[in-house]
């Protein structure tokens, strides 16, 4: 028999809503990582930065990112999902606007270089500071709202978001490109802030997630055992992306032999055909097979190791966009099933500084890969892939003595309790 929501009830209609809300908002995060990789370097050239100075723009924004993420994720346990992520589309909006116009300044010769990039590393350190709160606190929201099954493909969902963000950045920037170089940059501002005031308007949220006022409940640690292997498998997801992703164009031009041209081509159509992959797992495979947080990880992982072997045998251009594709889908498992693992292992309480965990190991990669896979690989080009390869093992080892499987072994009744977070703002 049906029921009637009550007024302090959130409807299916009204969750379906916040979903399609946060994707778009998280949409927007994305196109905006994918904007700067693709249309500051050259820019930062033009202003006379060097490509050092350039990379330490990225670097000091994940340094931020990893800190801020479990703060602001811990924050929204207190204080509730909608003001952090509205934080966050906040911080982001603001810092891809006012970059856009120290660029514009620094183009029109109305400030010397040092002052100006001084004011770049402040502005793009306000997305780190504050842009990393959205993420964190838009997967607890879901979780909030999912049950214990429903987990994995809800922040599946989320993920996806930010990817496909990422594979539309690049044509988003030149489309708007063709009308002014600095044109994506404020387009993106206007949509991060338009997204932020359709948040403030629609995503319900009347009952604000609060931590228990109890002495013996202590805030979730970094080390905590329920998390420590979701958080060395998500460090060694984002470190073996991260190192595919820096990596791939010296490798290619190095191994091959080929032209800047054609190995721009290749790393392009590589990079695309890694991105759908992903896409492919998160949107599809995920949601119509409901795989349980084990086999996601399991089949992520032994996807991943095939990939990366792919790398380390003499490779033609065929087989590296292979192994990127085979990555791609490796990945698109792999990091759904570490955040709803996460999610699992923790308690309602707990679902925000635990999505924060998870969502500052993303950019260790970015830290981490110029300090260590760059050395290796003027060593050995293969090298990094060596590195992810034996890490990836190192996960699949992680996975058989843990007990991982043990979250989702519950009963029909505790299954039928978890639905009442579906309806989190009932009183």
């Known amino acids: 028999?049906?029921?009637?929501?009550?007024?302090?009830?959130?409807?299916?209609q009204e969750r379906q809503r916040g979903l399609i809300l946060l994707f778009v908002s998280l949409l927007s995060l994305g196109m905006g990582?994918?904007?700067f990789f693709a249309i500051f370097p050259p820019?930062?050239?033009?202003?006379?930065l060097s490509e050092i100075q350039v990379s330490a723009i990225f670097t000091l924004s994940a340094v931020l990112w990893v800190v801020m993420s479990p703060f602001w994720g811990k924050a929204s346990d207190r204080i509730g999902r909608k003001p952090v992520i509205l934080v966050g589309l906040a911080g982001f909006g603001i810092s891809t606007g006012g970059f856009g116009i120290l660029l514009w300044l620094g183009q029109n010769a109305l400030l010397s270089l040092v002052p100006l990039y001084i004011l770049m590393i402040s502005v793009r350190a306000i997305f780190g500071l504050?842009?990393?709160?959205?993420?964190?606190a838009a997967q607890a929201y879901i979780a909030d709202r999912t049950t214990k099954k429903e987990r994995a493909s809800g922040v599946a969902a989320i993920g996806a978001a930010f990817g496909m963000g990422t594979i539309m950045?690049?044509?988003f920037a030149a489309a708007l490109a063709a009308v002014h170089l600095l044109a994506p940059f404020f387009a993106l501002s206007v949509f991060a802030l338009g997204s932020a005031i359709a948040i403030a308007l629609f995503l319900p949220e009347r009952k604000s997630p609060k931590l228990k006022q109890d002495s013996n409940v202590k805030p979730?640690?970094?080390l905590d055992m329920r998390?420590?292997?979701?958080?060395?498998?998500?460090?060694v997801v984002s470190l073996t992306q991260a190192a595919v992703m820096q990596v791939a164009a010296f490798f290619v031009m190095d191994t091959m032999h080929l032209s800047i041209a054609e190995t721009a081509?290749?790393?392009?159509?590589a990079m695309m055909a890694m991105a759908m992959a992903t896409l492919l797992a998160q949107l599809v495979i995920i949601p119509r097979f409901k795989l349980s947080v084990r086999q996601l990880l399991f089949s992520g992982i032994v996807i991943t190791i095939f990939g990366t072997a792919l790398l380390l045998i003499p490779v033609s251009v065929g087989s590296f966009v292979i192994a990127l594709t085979v990555q791609g889908l490796g990945m698109g498992l792999l990091r759904p099933g570490v955040a709803a693992g996460a999610s699992l292992a923790v308690s309602e309480t707990e679902q925000g500084a635990a999505a924060g965990y998870i969502g500052s190991t993303a950019a260790v990669g970015i830290i981490f890969v110029p300090l260590v896979s760059m050395p290796v690989y003027l060593i050995s080009p293969t090298g990094p892939f060596w590195i992810a390869f034996i890490l990836s093992f190192l996960m699949l080892i992680i996975l058989h003595v843990s007990d991982i499987g043990s979250l989702e072994e519950e009963v029909d009744g505790q299954d039928v309790e978890a639905k009442t977070l579906s309806n989190p703002d009932r009183h």
């Open 1 to 12: 028999m049906s029921q009637t929501p009550s007024q302090g009830e959130t409807t299916s």
């Open 33 to 35: 990582q994918s904007l």
């Open 43 to 48: 820019l930062g050239r033009d202003l006379g």
């Open 130 to 136: 504050f842009g990393s709160g959205a993420p964190s």
């Open 169 to 171: 950045g690049p044509g």
């Open 220 to 222: 979730l640690r970094l």
């Open 227 to 235: 998390l420590r292997p979701f958080l060395f498998m998500g460090v």
């Open 265 to 269: 081509q290749i790393v392009g159509i």
